[in-house]
């Protein structure tokens, strides 16, 4: 992991947690025994789409791109 000194482990685990705790999880969808994550409360928070900032830019190297694909319909 190459996180600068501003950002510390500590800092990446609360992130995480704070993500964890925002997703919303759904279960048996879109077929039986499939845990389907609903990131959409996560990204509607301004706190958890800053962890989600912090915890992509610093916890997993340099990103040239991040895509998303609408999967809700």
């Known amino acids: 992991?190459?996180?600068?000194?501003?950002?510390?482990?500590?800092?990446?685990?609360a992130a995480r947690r704070r993500i964890d705790?925002?997703?919303?999880l759904v279960p048996d969808f879109p077929t039986?025994?499939?845990q389907f994550k609903d990131l959409t409360p996560v990204?509607?928070?301004?706190e958890?789409?800053?962890s989600i900032v912090t915890a992509l830019?610093?916890?997993c190297g340099p990103i040239d791109l991040?895509?998303?694909i609408d999967a809700r319909g």
Do not use: I
Request: net charge negative.
């Open 43 to 46: 990204l509607a928070h301004p």
């Open 21 to 24: 705790e925002l997703v919303r």
């Open 32 to 34: 039986a025994g499939v």
């Open 57 to 59: 830019t610093h916890g």
């Open 66 to 68: 991040v895509a998303g």
């Open 48 to 50: 958890g789409l800053s």
């Open 1 to 13: 992991m190459n996180a600068p000194d501003s950002v510390t482990l500590a800092a990446l685990a």
